[in-house]
């Protein structure tokens, strides 16, 4: 058997969605030492290069890459702005 090892370069485009926008760490009260930070969890919907999607052939190990190269581009994105219908023209999304 002969074993032929390519390496490439693929253009793919990948929808996610953000399902949990993570937490900043919290101080100490009285009730409670404080928590550390959360990070931002993503879902891969899906990964397509030319066209086809690629998801199912891809290896958890290159979804959860995928993951954190979705969490990189969520963190560089600007806020989210929304029209709330008052006077004011908009306002940052809480």
């Known amino acids: 058997m002969n074993t032929l090892n390519l390496e490439v370069c693929l253009d793919i485009e990948i929808e996610y969605t ?3 926008k993570g937490r900043p760490a919290s101080g ?3 009730d409670c030492g404080g ?3 959360e990070g931002a969890e993503f879902q891969i919907d899906r990964v397509m290069s030319n066209g ?3 998801m199912p052939a891809l290896s ?3 979804l959860e ?3 954190d190269h979705a969490a990189d ?3 560089d994105q600007e806020p989210d702005y929304y029209d709330d219908g008052s006077d004011d023209d908009y306002f940052q999304q809480p």
């Open 18 to 20: 953000c399902i949990s």
């Open 35 to 37: 928590t550390p930070a």
């Open 28 to 30: 100490p009260t009285y």
């Open 73 to 75: 581009d969520y963190a």
């Open 52 to 54: 086809v999607d690629i």
């Open 60 to 62: 958890e190990d290159t």
């Open 65 to 67: 890459l995928l993951r």
